[in-house]
């Protein structure tokens, strides 16, 4: 693979003043996976998901760690306060867990996507 060769991978930009923290939710052999929590530093970016994504659909939450705005979509599944990776998204708070929407992004099965996350309302997003 040459030098300049697009790397494959899911990431996330953060075009905001402030720090984020992001976490994604995706479809694995194992069941529904989150995990979390990726701190993105104000103009930058991180990488969440490295090599050829395996997945069409991929979920994202993000907070605004010093305004606690947030980034959301319609569809719930489990963090945790801490890092964590949760396997599942039913009975979140039954399992010691709290909910969030999520946000779909169809990725069209592409190999790389990028996610970038601003302070107007709702989350852009464009792909490499």
């Given at each position: 693979?040459?030098a300049?060769?697009?790397?494959?991978?899911f990431?996330v930009?953060?075009?905001?003043?402030?720090?984020?923290?992001?976490?994604?939710?995706y479809?694995?052999?194992?069941?529904?996976?989150?995990?979390?929590?990726?701190?993105?530093p104000?103009?930058?970016?991180?990488?969440?998901?490295?090599?050829?994504?395996?997945?069409r659909?991929y979920?994202?939450?993000?907070?605004?760690?010093?305004?606690?705005?947030?980034?959301?979509?319609?569809?719930?599944?489990?963090?945790?306060?801490n890092?964590?990776?949760?396997?599942?998204?039913?009975d979140?708070?039954?399992?010691?867990?709290?909910q969030?929407?999520?946000?779909?992004?169809?990725?069209?099965?592409?190999?790389?996507?990028?996610?970038q996350?601003?302070?107007?309302?709702?989350?852009?997003?464009?792909?490499?």
């Amino acid at each position: 693979m040459g030098a300049d060769a697009a790397r494959a991978e899911f990431r996330v930009c953060n075009g905001t003043q402030n720090l984020v923290g992001v976490a994604i939710g995706y479809r694995a052999a194992e069941g529904w996976i989150t995990e979390g929590w990726w701190q993105v530093p104000a103009t930058t970016c991180a990488t969440l998901i490295e090599g050829e994504l395996q997945s069409r659909y991929y979920y994202l939450y993000a907070e605004d760690a010093a305004r606690g705005g947030r980034w959301t979509g319609d569809i719930n599944m489990c963090v945790a306060e801490n890092e964590f990776k949760i396997v599942g998204v039913e009975d979140c708070f039954a399992r010691g867990y709290q909910q969030m929407g999520f946000k779909e992004y169809d990725t069209g099965r592409q190999g790389s996507w990028m996610v970038q996350l601003s302070d107007t309302p709702g989350m852009q997003e464009s792909q490499n």
